[in-house]
């Protein structure tokens, strides 16, 4: 159980063109998803915060014009990289997870971002 | 504000015990975690452990908290080349759903 999953596992695309990044939570619905960043040999930077319903949490410095979540359901949340640069290439990760308990937070397999 | 912070690599001996170190600054931690990533894979939660708690056993992994220091620990008995990867400490305050502070990551080699 708890499975998190994401679409496209990579992509690549033109700088100036915009990429929509999905996160489902697949056997469980989530109370709350998150967006991380990670660059090579680095630790996952989380961007915003997003409950179902509501506007998303960023972080501080990230622009939410530039990285817009859509959070429409309990199993689904959406990134899409506006405008991409080849700056934005990274490694995106989502989690997925249910208020109380261990505040255990469920990952997803990570999408590679290409811009070039 | 709060920092969490790992050696950045380790390399043992197949076989040998391995034993990750972190520290973090946030006094209201509630729990802490110790996540697996594999190469160009997402996390994988490992084992977790409540601030109100010392140590923690799970097969081959015992987690070591030393509350007072801020100091956590992961140690992995008889470890394997499959247990190559990097990990991550994490840790979480208190309430509702808070977000997860990571440390960089440890790089762990094990060598034949």
């Known amino acids: 159980g708890a499975v998190v999953s994401q679409h496209p596992s990579w992509v690549i695309c033109k700088s100036g063109t915009s990429v929509k990044i999905e996160c489902r939570s697949l056997d469980f619905q989530a109370t709350t998803m998150f967006w991380y960043r990670q660059f090579p040999k680095q630790s996952l930077m989380l961007m915003a915060t997003?409950?179902?319903?509501?506007?998303?949490?960023?972080e501080q410095g990230v622009e939410k014009d530039k990285f817009l979540i859509n959070h429409a359901s309990l199993t689904l949340s959406t990134l899409t990289v506006t405008s991409a640069h080849p700056e934005d290439s990274s490694f995106y990760i989502c989690?997925?997870?249910?208020?109380?308990?261990?505040?255990?937070?469920?990952f997803g397999p990570g999408t590679r971002l290409t811009v070039l | 504000g709060e920092d969490v912070e790992q050696s950045l690599f380790l390399s043992v001996r197949e076989g040998d015990s391995s034993v990750i170190n972190c520290t973090y600054t946030d006094s209201s931690s509630t729990y802490l975690y110790w996540y697996k990533q594999e190469p160009g894979a997402g996390l994988q939660l490992l084992t977790y452990?409540?601030?109100?708690?010392d140590m923690k056993q799970d097969q081959r992994l015992t987690v070591l908290l030393n509350k007072k220091d801020k100091h956590l620990s992961l140690r992995i008995a008889d470890t394997q080349t499959g247990d190559s990867a990097i990990y991550f400490c994490?840790?979480?305050?208190?309430?509702?759903?808070?977000?997860?502070?990571f440390g960089a990551g440890t790089r762990l080699a094990v060598h034949p």
């Open positions: 989690s997925a997870g249910v208020a109380g308990g261990n505040n255990e937070q469920f």
């Open positions: 994490a840790e979480s305050s208190t309430g509702g759903y808070n977000k997860l502070i």
């Open positions: 452990i409540f601030s109100n708690m």
């Open positions: 997003s409950n179902e319903g509501s506007k998303a949490t960023y």
